[in-house]
């Protein structure tokens, strides 16, 4: 069985470009989980959604982000016009159910340099 | 708002030495709590999980207690081994909440032969 992949692993964007970030979740796994984790520090909640579905976003920043479930293929994060700060490693995780019983799967993140 | 604090790291061990990582949490109700394990280049790994209090979370020789009482989740294990090395994060999830994970900012653990 997969687990959760995640492409591209590194990206390299230049200031002003946008970033697309693609996280394919374990086969049967309806939740998907998005974090940014800036350097030397831990894993910040960023967004939860079901298929076709946000759930919860409120790690979100307000400007330039966005991120999609869509019913057929990978859920998309989406970083327009990204800035210096946005370097980041961003991962994702996947679970079958919301159920704390379940064990959320994690990606090998994707890693973003703004130059 | 929750948060959870771990010791900083790095924390530097000679092979078969006695580990203690340790992780307080602030949280309304009863929160899960949790250990991560993030090898190099890799993403992270649930290493154990505890539900309730008093609970004993154990996975591959490594053991962590719920204890509402110190609000603490402190990670252990009795011989580390080179191959342990990585970063550890403490995390917790709200209680009545879903799989949305609040994350300590993690330690870094060296193993020396």
Redo the contacts between chains.
């Keep these: 069985n997969a687990g ?1 992949m995640q492409n591209p692993r590194h990206l390299v964007r230049r200031r002003g470009q946008e970033a697309r970030l693609r996280c394919s979740p374990v086969k049967g796994h309806s ?1 998907v ?1 998005w ?1 940014r984790q800036l350097p ?6 960023m967004v ?1 959604l079901q298929k076709e579905n946000i ?2 976003e409120s790690g979100m920043p307000k400007e330039r982000f966005s991120a999609e479930f869509p019913k057929e293929g990978p859920s998309i994060l989406r970083i327009q016009q990204v800035v210096r700060g946005d370097s980041a490693a961003y ?1 994702c ?1 996947s ?1 079958p159910t ?7 799967f ?4 994707t890693r973003l340099t703004v130059v | 708002g929750d948060s959870v604090t771990q010791m900083e790291g790095p924390v530097t061990l000679s092979e078969e030495a006695f580990l203690t990582i340790n992780c307080t949490y602030t949280a309304t109700g009863y929160p899960s709590l949790f250990w991560y394990v993030q090898y190099p280049g890799e993403g992270l790994q649930l290493l154990l999980k505890a539900t309730k209090a008093d609970d004993k979370g154990s996975n591959k020789g490594f053991e962590a207690t719920y204890r509402k009482e110190t609000t603490s989740f402190h990670l252990e294990k009795g011989s580390v081994q080179v191959s342990d090395s990585a970063v550890y994060f403490c995390a917790l999830t709200p209680s009545g909440g879903y799989n949305k994970l609040i994350f300590g900012a993690g330690t870094r653990l060296a193993v020396h032969p």
């Design positions: 959760v939740h989980y974090y030397e520090e831990g894993l910040k909640f939860y759930i919860d991962f995780a679970s919301d159920s704390l019983n379940t064990e959320a994690f990606g090998q993140g």
